[in-house]
């Protein structure tokens, strides 16, 4: 008879393995890549003005008092931004640029932390985990700016992993649950004996007695094996592993409707569960998919966190007001046809072609799978494949998405060395003749964990601390020292119009002020009340024809000096880059004079 199982070796004296530095380069890369990305013009400094009034009067503002163009129109907008433009303005009070980009940093690194710890839970590979992430982070990178959208990443991958932990332990039968509480109980209680806990085949029989999950001394308590539909999360016992993922929904979802308008795929991530849930039942019958799942609780635990989403989402300034306000926002003229990140993906530009590159590279990954995809995973990628396609926005959380369903595919096309061991045995290794016959399912009654075989060694723990080091250096606080392209170089962007802001307070120069479009957040934040902007990156506020003005006169189109009269302006700052018509206009006019330039803005007065 073949010895399955021998005694093994002590832990090791090292952390980390090779396979280890796969997921830890992913994470070291995001985290050095965002320290070292300047914070840009477009968004964030309008929302640091709002936070610093919200902060200075006590209440969230209701209509527009910082340009001249849009002047007392109601916006919205500020409703769903407030908290983390508190956050933002708090921040860099304290600590100024650097402590905003380096929490930043911190936040969307978690986000993707989170989506790796998910995918490595699901595959049980590194490697397999570090390319699932490594896809979400490509489709995401032309999102990573400073701004509030990126306190709500974490939020999608962990409610998938919320759905994922209660849709398995939903399916689970009694039995294979207790056995697996008893290893999770097991695990938190090592370095005790794991042979004093019972073992799946000394169970009740009319119910079945496990440690308890808060007390380690050897006390019981016994849970009824029968339930109705509710029961894995209300049952004595087991109430604490239904409850606590429960709870994500709601809490998650009462942060994410404060913090920016894509809360509503917080419900979707809920509503494709209920779907999931649905159509097992249908398609399972009562017994669902496989032998053990139970249909009727993992609809009811759908239900619930669909029902608790949604509650939740009404704990806003604007309660119900702020779902009209989005549907608003989906068929806004100006937002539809003027605004690039709105807009379909194509594959002319970087994040449309990534987008489409991924979605098309999902769709032969389910293809080519030997796994069946299961309902969910692809109620997930029509989703949030629709969503992509609509707007290129989607592109990241596309990838946040699907980064989970790319672990369980990738992991079922290429699999992965395991070696089978309860969580509660880890002394015992299995053995290379074993490995030969193949290892058995399960010992005395209890279901066998895979758990990979890695070998920890120096070199590889070197490599880790080495690459942690490397990424220490990218600090916001170290940047100046960094050899960085202009491009990367300094806390903030040089696009950012810093000096030529200056001399316009300093030499108070007339208004009012036509300034390209970029320019005009950081003009809220740096130059009011003196300097009302004329349009910055609220786009709904301003109207179509305040736009269709903007766009004639950046581009030097018939009559637009006769535009710009008709606003009474009488400076221009101009960018290079995105206005050079307008700025080769006005050096050639004769009513314009040039009283600044720098690399980021030209400044023009008119002669009187």
């Not at 759908?302 to 604007?318: E, K």
């Not at 193949?438 to 080495?466: E, F, M, W």
């Not at 806390?491 to 316009?504: D, H, K, N, W, Y």
Request: glycine share 8%; hydrophobic share 50%.
């Amino acid at each position: 008879m073949a010895c399955f199982f021998t005694r093994g070796p002590r832990p090791a004296r090292w952390p980390v393995s090779v396979a280890h530095l796969w997921p830890l380069t992913v994470l070291l890369g995001i985290f050095a890549f965002l320290n070292t990305h300047p914070i840009r013009p477009h968004d964030f400094w309008w929302h640091m003005a709002v936070g610093q009034e919200i902060l200075a009067t006590g209440h969230i503002p209701a209509v527009d008092t910082l340009s001249f163009t849009a002047a007392g129109a109601p916006y919205p907008s500020y409703a769903a931004f407030w908290l983390p433009e508190v956050v933002l303005y708090g921040l860099y009070t304290l600590g100024g640029p650097a402590l905003v980009v380096f929490v930043h940093s911190l936040m969307v690194t978690a986000a993707y932390g989170l989506t790796l710890a998910l995918a490595w839970r699901i595959s049980g590979s590194p490697r397999i985990a570090a390319a699932a992430t490594l896809f979400a982070a490509v489709l995401g990178i032309n999102d990573w700016n400073v701004r509030p959208q990126a306190f709500t990443f974490f939020l999608a991958p962990l409610f998938l992993w919320a759905v994922h932990e209660i849709r398995r332990r939903a399916s689970l039968s009694p039995k294979a649950l207790t056995s697996e509480i008893l290893e999770d109980v097991a695990q938190a209680a090592r370095p005790v004996d794991a042979g004093k806990f019972p073992q799946a085949n000394s169970l009740h029989h009319e119910g079945f007695c496990r440690p308890q999950a808060n007390n380690l001394r050897g006390r019981t308590a016994c849970v009824p094996k029968k339930s109705g539909p509710w029961g894995f999360i209300l049952q004595p016992g087991i109430r604490g592993f239904g409850l606590r993922w429960l709870a994500v929904f709601p809490l998650g979802m009462a942060l994410w409707v404060n913090c920016h308008g894509s809360f509503p795929l917080g419900l979707l991530i809920a509503g494709l569960w209920v779907v999931d849930g649905v159509w097992g039942a249908v398609r399972g019958g009562e017994g669902g998919r496989g032998s053990g799942a139970r249909p009727l609780p993992r609809i009811a635990a759908a239900a619930s966190a669909l029902a608790l989403d949604a509650a939740a989402s009404l704990l806003n300034p604007r309660g119900p007001g702020a779902f009209s306000y989005l549907a608003g926002m989906s068929v806004h003229p100006v937002i539809q046809g003027m605004v690039p990140e709105w807009a379909p993906p194509t594959f002319s530009t970087l994040t449309g072609a990534l987008f489409l590159t991924g979605l098309l590279a999902t769709a032969a990954l389910l293809a080519i799978s030997p796994r069946r995809p299961e309902p969910l995973e692809l109620l997930l990628f029509l989703a949030f494949g629709a969503l992509g396609l609509w707007t290129v926005r989607g592109a990241i959380w596309f990838g946040l998405a699907l980064a989970p369903v790319w672990a369980v595919h990738l992991s079922a096309v290429f699999g992965t060395p395991l070696r089978s061991v309860p969580d509660y045995e880890r002394p015992f290794v299995v053995s290379h003749e074993a490995k030969r016959s193949g290892v058995q399912k399960t010992q005395n009654g209890t279901p066998l964990r895979s758990v990979p075989d890695y070998k920890r060694d120096l070199p590889a723990t070197l490599l880790a601390v080495l690459l942690t080091a490397g990424a220490l250096v990218t600090l916001p606080w170290f940047k100046e020292r960094l050899p960085l392209p202009p491009a990367k170089a300094g806390l903030i962007s040089a696009e950012t119009p810093v000096a030529a802001t200056e001399f316009l307070l300093r030499e108070r120069l007339p208004g009012p002020l036509f300034h390209a479009m970029p320019f005009g957040s950081y003009l809220v934040w740096a130059a009011q009340p003196e300097y009302p902007v004329f349009v910055d990156s609220r786009i709904e506020l301003y109207s179509v024809e305040v736009w269709l003005d903007y766009l004639h006169i950046s581009a030097a189109g018939c009559g637009w000096e006769e535009r710009l009269a008709r606003y009474g302006v009488r400076t221009l700052m101009l960018s290079p880059q995105e206005q050079p018509a307008l700025v080769a206009a006005a050096r050639a006019s004769p009513h314009w004079h040039r009283v600044y330039e720098d690399t980021a803005a030209v400044l023009f007065v008119r002669q009187p």
